[in-house]
T-cell receptor, first 116, second 111 residues
Framework: AQSVAQPEDQVNVAEGNPLTVKCTYS??????LFWYVQYPNRGLQFLLK??????LVKGSYGFEAEFNKSQTSFHLKKPSALVSDSALYFC??????????????FGAGTRLFVKA | DTGVSQDPRHKITKRGQNVTFRCDPI?????LYWYRQTLGQGPEFLTY????????KSRLLSDRFSAERPKGSFSTLEIQRTEQGDSAMYLC?????????FGPGTRLTVL
């Protein structure tokens, strides 16, 4: 069965510093990996995905994530944090090949707080 | 606005009543998902449609829950005989590729 773990409930970082939000996953087959962001009173928004290819993927708002197969991790990163990046971040995984459909499992979320 | 829309945004009901939520996906998206999200948790998968076919339903979903997508466009999620434990945010998402586009959600409060 698929599972996702986000080990940190909250990450605090100063504006201008690099940030990392951690995610580890477990699947039987191969993973499709995603990051979504949820701002207050707004729906979840897609940030980036890893399907295959280059282990470093780039997404919206300057975010990137690194896929590490040996460590089964997909950490979200940004070189220089902005106060406006403060939000709730969710890692998600879908397994392939998967004949049952497109079931996606989400982590519990990590709240990012960027201090000015 | 061409995003995913959900109606109503908020619903307060008494225990034992039935409620129905509607989701209108992005028009060209053939896949539609329902999730439930409680405070401090990530979205929990409920069910998935490809066009009008319901291809998967979570084992966590009791028989009181039913979803339809009759013409492969909008979808409804009905909860019968609501319980206080059903109180949550119900999210709808649609996709045509790998990433999903989420609606704003319907917040259900069962008194």
């Amino acid at each position: 069965a698929q599972s996702v773990a986000q080990p940190e409930d909250q990450v605090n970082v100063a504006e201008g510093n690099p940030l990392t939000v951690k995610c580890t996953y477990s699947v039987s087959g191969n993973p499709y990996l995603f990051w979504y962001v949820q701002y207050p009173n707004r729906g979840l928004q897609f940030l980036l995905k890893y399907i295959t290819g280059d282990n470093l993927v780039k997404g919206s708002y300057g975010f990137e994530a690194e896929f590490n197969k040996s460590q089964t991790s997909f950490h979200l990163k940004k070189p220089s944090a902005l106060v406006s990046d403060s939000a709730l971040y969710f890692c998600a995984v879908r397994e392939w090949p998967y004949t049952g459909g497109f079931k996606t499992i989400f982590g519990a979320g990590t709240r990012l707080f960027v201090k000015a | 606005d061409t995003g995913v829309s959900q109606d109503p945004r908020h619903k307060i009901t008494k225990r034992g009543q039935n409620v129905t939520f509607r989701c209108d996906p992005i028009s060209e998206h053939n896949r539609l998902y329902w999730y439930r999200q409680t405070l401090g948790q990530g979205p929990e998968f409920l069910t998935y449609f490809q066009n009008e076919a319901q291809l998967e339903k979570s084992r966590l979903l009791s028989d009181r829950f039913s979803a339809e997508r009759p013409k492969g466009s909008f979808s409804t999620l009905e909860i019968q005989r609501t319980e206080q434990g059903d109180s949550a945010m119900y999210l709808c998402a649609s996709s045509s590729a790998d990433e999903q586009f989420f609606g704003p959600g319907t917040r259900l409060t069962v008194l």
